[in-house]
C-alpha cells in the first residue's frame, strides 16, 4: 500500500474526532479506543515490516512532488518509534480504564489521549520541519489539556509553568525554522539537507544547530534546560504521566537525533562537542535528583532525565554501536518508563501516598505487582538479560571506542545509581513490616496490573530478542548514518 | 528595510522577555504575545521583503512576494491564538481557585 506511513496518524485522528461525539458513553468511548489502539498497533506493525522489507517509505501528499508538498517520510527509526509509541498508547489506555475515573472520562480524557497520539506519531513521521512545528503543538496542546484535566490545584499549578515553558520554546522554534528557511529556502528535510551539503555547514547553520538543540532540549529536558520537568510531571494522573513520561520528552530526542544526523553532521566539532557535554550533565544531574527524593515519582521522574543523558551520549559519539546503542536504549526506555510509571501508580493507588518513608511490606499481600516492580527495576538498570544491557552496552562500547572514556565512565557509574534509586523503592516499598493503608480494598489491583505486565513481558522479550531485532535497528542506523539514503528516497533523484 | 525590521523584532523580543520574567501572570501572558509577534514578523523578514505583487494570480505581475512564509505565518498565528486563549482561560480558572495571580506564590510540591 503507497499511503502506508499516514496509515497510524488517520486511525488516531478519526478516532479522537468520533470520540468527540459520545462524550458522556463511557464505556462506548472505552471500546471504541480500545480497538482503535490496537488497530493502530497492526498497522505500525504492517508499517516496520513494510520498511523492513522495501527501505523508506514516502507519502508525498496530495501529489505534489517532494521539496514542494509535505513528505511523510517512513525510515525504520520512525517506523520503530511508531510502533513502539502505539504499543505504550495501548498499555496505557487499558490501564485508564481502571483509574482515572469517571468524571475525567466524561470530559474528554480519551479523544485527548488519541490526539496526543496524533501528535507524537506525526512528529515521529513527518519529513517537512514546518511541519514538525505543527505535529509538536498537537502534541503540546492535547498534553495541556491532559496535564490539567481535572482541574486540582496542583495540577492547575503545574499547568500554568508547563505551558509558559512550552509557549516559549514553540516560540523559539518558530524562529530558528524562520532562520533556516531565509538560508535554505526549502522546507523538506530531506531538500534541507542536500541545501546545506551544498553550500557547506557555515557559522550560521552551526548557529541555527545550537538553536534546533536549545527547541529540542527544552522538549527533551537536556541538561539546563529541564527545570520545569520534575514538576509538570508530578501533577498529573498516573495513566497520563505514563504518556508524557515515555512519549514527550523523547520526541524532543528524536527530533534532536534527526535534524543532527540529517542536517548538521558537516562539521562536527563543536555541536556534537556541546551535545557530548551537555548529555553527561543531564546524567548527572538527573542522578542527584533520582537519589535525592524519597518520593517514588520523583525517583522516577529523574530517572528519566538520566535516560535522556544515555540516549543523547550514544547518538553523540557517533560511530556506529553508539547510534545503535543509542536507538536500542531510546525504545528500550519508552516501554520500561511507561510500566514503571504504571506500576509505581499502583503503589500510589494502594498506599495512598506517593512518600516512600510511608510504605512497606507490600510484596506480602501484592506479590504479583512486587516481582513485576523487580524485573522492572533490572531491566532498567540494564541488568544482562533484560532489555537496557544491550543498548547501553552498545554506548559503552562506542564511548570508548571514540575515546570519550570520562563520558563513558559516568554512563556506567549512572547504571549503579539508576539501581540504588529504584532499589530504595523495592526495599523501601515492598520489603519490612506490612502497615495497613487506607483505601486499600478499592483498588482493582488485578485489572490494572495487565498493563504493565504486558509491557514487561515486552520489554523482556525486547531484551531477550535483541539478536532477532538486530537487523532492524541496524537498518535505523544506517540511515542515521548515511543521509544519503534519506535523501534519495525522499527527492528520488 | 529588513535591518529596521530586525531592530524592531529585536524591540519585541526585549520586551516580551522582559515581561516574562516578571511576577504577575497577566504581565507573562502579554509578554507571550508579544514574543508570538515577533516570531512572526521574524518569519516574514526573513522570508525576504523584496518589492513584488501580492500573491495573487489576478495581479498578473511579473513578480510576487514569497507565498510560503505567508502560509507559515498564518498557520503560527491560528496555533498560538488557540495557545493563548486557553492559557488566559487556564490564568483565569486558577485565579479563582489558587486565589493568586503572583507567580512567587504558585510554589512548592505539595498538594495544598
Given at each position: 500500500?503507497i499511503?502506508?506511513?499516514i496509515?497510524?496518524?488517520?486511525?488516531?485522528l478519526?478516532?479522537?474526532?468520533?470520540?468527540?461525539?459520545?462524550?458522556?458513553?463511557?464505556?462506548?468511548?472505552?471500546?471504541?479506543?480500545?480497538?482503535a489502539?490496537?488497530?493502530?498497533v497492526?498497522?505500525?506493525?504492517?508499517?516496520?515490516?513494510?520498511?523492513?522489507?522495501?527501505?523508506?517509505?514516502?507519502?508525498?501528499?496530495?501529489s505534489?512532488?517532494?521539496?514542494?508538498?509535505?513528505?511523510?517520510?517512513?525510515?525504520m527509526?520512525?517506523?520503530?518509534?511508531?510502533?513502539?509509541?502505539?504499543?505504550?498508547?495501548?498499555?496505557?489506555?487499558?490501564?485508564?480504564?481502571?483509574?482515572?475515573?469517571?468524571?475525567?472520562?466524561?470530559?474528554?480524557?480519551?479523544?485527548?489521549?488519541?490526539?496526543?497520539?496524533?501528535?507524537?506519531?506525526?512528529?515521529?513521521?513527518?519529513?517537512?520541519?514546518?511541519?514538525?512545528?505543527?505535529?509538536?503543538?498537537?502534541?503540546?496542546?492535547a498534553?495541556?489539556?491532559?496535564?490539567?484535566?481535572?482541574g486540582?490545584?496542583?495540577?492547575?499549578?503545574?499547568?500554568?509553568?508547563?505551558?509558559?515553558?512550552?509557549?516559549?520554546?514553540?516560540?523559539?522554534?518558530?524562529?530558528a525554522?524562520?532562520?533556516?528557511?531565509?538560508?535554505?529556502?526549502?522546507?523538506?528535510?530531506?531538500?534541507?539537507?542536500?541545501?546545506?551539503?551544498?553550500?557547506?555547514?557555515?557559522?550560521?547553520?552551526?548557529?541555527?544547530?545550537?538553536?534546533f538543540?536549545i527547541?529540542?532540549?527544552?522538549?527533551?529536558?537536556?541538561?539546563?534546560?529541564?527545570?520545569?520537568?520534575p514538576?509538570?510531571?508530578?501533577?498529573?494522573p498516573?495513566?497520563?504521566?505514563?504518556?508524557?513520561?515515555?512519549?514527550?520528552?523523547?520526541?524532543?530526542?528524536?527530533?534532536?537525533?534527526?535534524?543532527?544526523s540529517?542536517?548538521f553532521?558537516h562539521?562536527?566539532?563543536?555541536?556534537?562537542?556541546i551535545?557530548?557535554?551537555?548529555?553527561?550533565?543531564?546524567?548527572?544531574?538527573?542522578?542527584?535528583?533520582?537519589?535525592?527524593y524519597?518520593?517514588?515519582?520523583?525517583?522516577?521522574?529523574?530517572?528519566?532525565?538520566?535516560?535522556?543523558?544515555?540516549?543523547?551520549?550514544g547518538?553523540?559519539?557517533?560511530?556506529?554501536?553508539?547510534?545503535?546503542?543509542?536507538?536500542?536504549?531510546?525504545?528500550?526506555?519508552?516501554?520500561i518508563?511507561?510500566?514503571?510509571?504504571?506500576?509505581?501508580g499502583?503503589?500510589?493507588?494502594?498506599?495512598?501516598?506517593?512518600?516512600?518513608?510511608?510504605?512497606?511490606?507490600?510484596?506480602?499481600?501484592?506479590?504479583?505487582?512486587a516481582?513485576?516492580?523487580?524485573?522492572?527495576?533490572?531491566?532498567?538498570?540494564?541488568?544482562?538479560?533484560?532489555s537496557?544491557?544491550?543498548?547501553?552496552?552498545?554506548?559503552?562500547?562506542?564511548?570508548?571506542?571514540?575515546?570519550?572514556?570520562?563520558?563513558?565512565?559516568?554512563v556506567?557509574?549512572?547504571?549503579?545509581?539508576?539501581?540504588?534509586?529504584?532499589?530504595?523503592?523495592?526495599?523501601n516499598?515492598?520489603?519490612?513490616?506490612?502497615?495497613?493503608?487506607?483505601?486499600?480494598?478499592?483498588?482493582?489491583?488485578?485489572?490494572?496490573?495487565?498493563?504493565?505486565?504486558?509491557?514487561?513481558?515486552?520489554?523482556?522479550?525486547?531484551?531477550?530478542?535483541?539478536?532477532?531485532?538486530?537487523?532492524?535497528?541496524?537498518?535505523?542506523v544506517?540511515?542515521?548514518?548515511?543521509?544519503?539514503?534519506?535523501?534519495?528516497?525522499?527527492?528520488?533523484? | 528595510?529588513?535591518i529596521?525590521?530586525?531592530?524592531?523584532?529585536?524591540?519585541?523580543?526585549?520586551?516580551?522577555?522582559?515581561?516574562?520574567?516578571?511576577?504577575?501572570?497577566?504581565?507573562?501572558?502579554?509578554?507571550?504575545?508579544?514574543?508570538s509577534?515577533?516570531?512572526?514578523?521574524l518569519?516574514?523578514?526573513?522570508?525576504?521583503?523584496?518589492?513584488?505583487?501580492?500573491?495573487?494570480?489576478?495581479?498578473?505581475?511579473?513578480?510576487?512576494?514569497d507565498?510560503?512564509?505567508?502560509?507559515?505565518?498564518?498557520?503560527?498565528?491560528?496555533?498560538?491564538f488557540?495557545?493563548?486563549?486557553?492559557?488566559?482561560?487556564l490564568?483565569?480558572?486558577?485565579?479563582?481557585?489558587?486565589?493568586?495571580?503572583n507567580?512567587?506564590?504558585?510554589?512548592?510540591?505539595?498538594?495544598?
Amino acid at each position: 500500500m503507497i499511503n502506508l506511513p499516514i496509515i497510524p496518524l488517520l486511525i488516531p485522528l478519526l478516532t479522537g474526532i468520533i470520540l468527540m461525539f459520545i462524550p458522556k458513553k463511557v464505556k462506548l468511548q472505552r471500546v471504541i479506543s480500545l480497538i482503535a489502539s490496537l488497530i493502530t498497533v497492526g498497522a505500525a506493525v504492517i508499517l516496520v515490516n513494510k520498511v523492513y522489507k522495501d527501505g523508506i517509505q514516502t507519502v508525498n501528499l496530495s501529489s505534489w512532488d517532494a521539496p514542494f508538498g509535505i513528505t511523510l517520510v517512513s525510515d525504520m527509526l520512525s517506523a520503530l518509534l511508531v510502533l513502539t509509541t502505539s504499543i505504550i498508547a495501548l498499555a496505557t489506555i487499558i490501564y485508564s480504564f481502571r483509574s482515572i475515573g469517571e468524571e475525567r472520562e466524561k470530559f474528554y480524557y480519551y479523544p485527548v489521549v488519541q490526539f496526543l497520539l496524533v501528535g507524537v506519531l506525526g512528529a515521529f513521521s513527518t519529513g517537512d520541519i514546518f511541519n514538525m512545528f505543527v505535529f509538536f503543538e498537537v502534541m503540546l496542546m492535547a498534553s495541556y489539556v491532559l496535564l490539567v484535566l481535572g482541574g486540582t490545584k496542583i495540577q492547575l499549578r503545574e499547568t500554568i509553568k508547563y505551558l509558559l515553558v512550552n509557549v516559549i520554546s514553540s516560540a523559539l522554534f518558530v524562529i530558528a525554522v524562520g532562520y533556516l528557511y531565509s538560508i535554505v529556502g526549502t522546507l523538506n528535510m530531506a531538500h534541507i539537507s542536500l541545501r546545506i551539503s551544498e553550500i557547506g555547514q557555515t557559522g550560521i547553520l552551526t548557529v541555527i544547530a545550537i538553536l534546533f538543540m536549545i527547541v529540542f532540549g527544552i522538549k527533551g529536558a537536556i541538561f539546563p534546560l529541564y527545570f520545569w520537568l520534575p514538576g509538570s510531571y508530578y501533577a498529573p494522573p498516573v495513566p497520563v504521566m505514563a504518556l508524557f513520561g515515555a512519549l514527550l520528552t523523547k520526541v524532543g530526542v528524536y527530533s534532536i537525533m534527526r535534524t543532527y544526523s540529517l542536517f548538521f553532521y558537516h562539521d562536527r566539532g563543536y555541536t556534537y562537542q556541546i551535545l557530548i557535554v551537555l548529555s553527561i550533565l543531564t546524567i548527572i544531574f538527573g542522578i542527584i535528583g533520582a537519589i535525592a527524593y524519597w518520593d517514588v515519582k520523583k525517583i522516577i521522574i529523574y530517572n528519566i532525565i538520566i535516560a535522556i543523558g544515555v540516549i543523547l551520549f550514544g547518538f553523540a559519539v557517533t560511530t556506529e554501536a553508539g547510534l545503535s546503542g543509542s536507538i536500542y536504549y531510546l525504545i528500550h526506555d519508552m516501554i520500561i518508563k511507561a510500566a514503571l510509571f504504571l506500576l509505581i501508580g499502583m503503589m500510589i493507588a494502594i498506599t495512598g501516598t506517593s512518600d516512600l518513608r510511608k510504605m512497606g511490606g507490600l510484596i506480602k499481600t501484592y506479590p504479583g505487582l512486587a516481582w513485576t516492580f523487580f524485573i522492572a527495576a533490572l531491566a532498567l538498570a540494564g541488568i544482562p538479560p533484560l532489555s537496557g544491557f544491550v543498548g547501553k552496552l552498545l554506548i559503552v562500547q562506542g564511548g570508548f571506542s571514540s575515546e570519550y572514556y570520562l563520558g563513558t565512565a559516568i554512563v556506567l557509574a549512572s547504571s549503579l545509581f539508576v539501581l540504588f534509586s529504584v532499589m530504595k523503592i523495592f526495599i523501601n516499598g515492598f520489603w519490612g513490616i506490612p502497615k495497613t493503608f487506607k483505601g486499600e480494598e478499592k483498588v482493582p489491583v488485578r485489572s490494572l496490573l495487565i498493563a504493565p505486565v504486558i509491557l514487561i513481558v515486552l520489554s523482556v522479550l525486547y531484551g531477550v530478542g535483541s539478536e532477532a531485532i538486530n537487523p532492524f535497528i541496524s537498518q535505523a542506523v544506517e540511515t542515521l548514518s548515511n543521509p544519503t539514503i534519506y535523501i534519495e528516497a525522499v527527492l528520488k533523484e | 528595510m529588513e535591518i529596521l525590521m530586525a531592530i524592531v523584532i529585536g524591540v519585541l523580543f526585549m520586551s516580551a522577555t522582559y515581561l516574562m520574567l516578571s511576577k504577575s501572570l497577566l504581565r507573562i501572558i502579554i509578554g507571550t504575545g508579544i514574543l508570538s509577534h515577533g516570531a512572526h514578523l521574524l518569519l516574514l523578514t526573513m522570508g525576504g521583503l523584496k518589492k513584488g505583487a501580492a500573491p495573487l494570480l489576478g495581479e498578473q505581475a511579473s513578480s510576487y512576494t514569497d507565498p510560503l512564509p505567508q502560509a507559515l505565518i498564518l498557520t503560527a498565528i491560528v496555533i498560538s491564538f488557540g495557545v493563548t486563549s486557553f492559557f488566559l482561560v487556564l490564568a483565569y480558572r486558577s485565579y479563582q481557585e489558587l486565589g493568586t495571580d503572583n507567580m512567587d506564590r504558585l510554589r512548592g510540591n505539595e498538594k495544598k
